[in-house]
């Protein structure tokens, strides 16, 4: 069966150090990934994806994220985390059939 | 450039009754996707329209049903409401995409929250 887990359901780090927020995927074919965002009160916004290429792809506020095919793994990585990095974080994947899977969601608090 | 909008902002029905939700894309996106968030399961994919066809369900009743106008705009429709129906609605929009190639990136409206009582 297809699936996305996020297996951490809250990340705490430190202000100004790196973060990562883990995601795994299970689907049929080559998938399409994707990292969204929701901050407090707001909709969520999509932060990066991941298509074909290369493997580390670039995405908003200085977010980055890893395609591990061999691990299934699309973690969402910040080398230097601020306070206004805190909220609620998606992994998504879409397969070939078009079927879209969300994560669970990881909240990320940044400690100043 | 307006966003995704969507009405009511919040909704509160008995059992039993039906409930509409609406959802306006952004200009020149063709697609259209409802979610349910509800509290502790994440996002669970509902529908998703294109061009005024559904194209794919999620594994959700059929009382969950909808449809998508000329004008692109989308309608969420939950028959015999049931108390776990309760959660918050997003729907988002997107670029078209051919079906098998949508790798397009959603735009995500602030949902509607529908409470059952």
């Known amino acids: 069966a297809q699936s996305v887990a996020q297996p951490e359901d809250q990340v705490n780090v430190a202000e100004g150090n790196p973060l990562t927020v883990k995601c795994t995927y299970s689907v049929s074919g080559n998938p399409y990934l994707f990292w969204y965002v929701q901050y407090p009160n707001r909709g969520l916004q999509f932060l990066l994806k991941y298509i074909t290429g290369d493997n580390l792809v670039k995405g908003s506020y200085g977010f980055e994220a890893e395609f591990n095919k061999s691990q299934t793994s699309f973690h969402l990585k910040k080398p230097s985390a601020l306070v206004s990095d805190s909220a609620l974080y998606f992994c998504a994947v879409r397969d070939m059939r078009d079927k879209i899977i969300f994560g669970k969601g990881t909240r990320l608090h940044i400690l100043p | 450039e307006a966003g995704v909008t969507q009405s009511p902002t919040h909704l509160i029905k008995t059992r039993g009754q039906q409930a509409t939700l609406r959802c306006s894309p952004i200009s020149g996106h063709t697609s259209v996707y409802w979610y349910q968030q509800a509290l502790g399961l994440g996002l669970q994919f509902l529908l998703w329209y294109d061009e005024g066809e559904e194209r794919n369900r999620g594994n959700f009743p059929p009382r969950f049903s909808g449809r998508q106008f000329p004008n692109y705009s989308s309608e969420l429709n939950v028959n015999a409401l049931e108390l776990e129906d309760s959660a918050l609605y997003l729907c988002?929009?997107?670029?078209?995409?051919?079906?098998?190639?949508?790798?397009?990136?959603?735009?995500f409206g602030p949902g509607t929250r529908l409470t059952v009582l």
């Open positions: 988002a929009s997107s670029l078209a995409g051919t079906s098998g190639s949508s790798y397009n990136e959603q735009f």
